[in-house]
């Protein structure tokens, strides 16, 4: 017997703004969701979006593998890989992340490394 397969749509509401500077700026608009008293990890935040966008653009079918993702948009496959491993945090994780009340050490490097053993799944 196999289990269903649960799907996570996360769905970040961003306005991209250029001002006169020429370096774009992504604001979130204001929410009663945010809980925390501090304002979400943007670099997180994005860190996420892209990761489940790439997923869902792989299950899609618009992309084979890692290498022809990478390639599509111009950047390293062993970053797409790391990147990629984000969709796999546990909902309540990403949802801590978006509404900005994930725990201090939580941070885009330190899930960039490699993850605990400890969050591994028991056999």
């Not at 945010?34 to 304002?39: H, I, S, T, Y």
């Not at 992340?97 to 591994?120: A, H, K, Y």
Request: net charge positive; no cysteine.
């Amino acid at each position: 017997m196999t289990a269903a397969a649960q799907m996570l749509t996360v769905r970040v509401p961003l306005a991209v703004r250029k001002p006169r500077g020429g370096r774009k700026l992504m604001i979130a608009p204001a929410s009663s969701t945010n809980r925390g008293p501090l304002a979400a990890d943007t670099t997180l935040v994005k860190a996420v979006a892209r990761a489940f966008r790439w997923r869902r653009m792989m299950e899609a079918g618009h992309y084979g593998t890692i290498d022809e993702l990478a390639a599509a948009e111009k950047i390293n496959s062993s970053y797409v890989s790391r990147l990629l491993r984000l969709t796999l945090l546990a909902p309540d994780i990403v949802e801590a992340i978006l509404d900005g009340r994930q725990p201090e050490g939580i941070t885009l490097p330190g899930l960039m490394e490699p993850f605990p053993v400890e969050w591994g799944r028991q056999r």
